[in-house]
């Protein structure tokens, strides 16, 4: 069973960053594309952040210049660093992981940006 562990989530003030943490069981490079989702209530769930198995990284432009997503394989992670960070960027954010036949989900982290 593929197992995706977010952490780093909390509160933070406007403007400022964090730096979430997706642990897999699983080797990354077994996925077609590892990624960072978020979700608000009465929303659907949106990509923030995808990074593919040959490297390239894909952002929406709401979050484009202010987060990046990176990975370590030798740990078995995927790191999403959030700068600039607003209030709008308040949701719990799930780690994602795909695969041609199907796709992992973890729990999710809450984020909340408020003064």
């Known amino acids: 069973q593929v197992q995706l562990v977010e952490s780093g989530g909390g509160l933070v003030q406007p403007g400022g960053s964090l730096r979430l943490s997706c642990a897999t069981s699983e080797e990354l490079f077994d996925f077609n594309s590892m990624g960072w989702y978020r979700q608000t209530p009465g929303k659907e769930r949106e990509m923030v952040a995808t990074?593919?198995?040959?490297?390239?990284?894909q952002f929406p432009d709401s979050v484009k210049g202010r987060f990046t997503i990176s990975r370590d394989g030798a740990r078995k992670k995927i790191f999403l660093q959030m700068n600039g960070l607003k209030p709008e960027d308040t949701a719990v954010y799930y780690c994602n992981a795909k695969i041609p036949s199907r796709q992992y989900w973890g729990q999710g982290t809450q984020v909340t940006v408020s003064s």
């Open positions: 990074i593919y198995r040959g490297g390239k990284t």
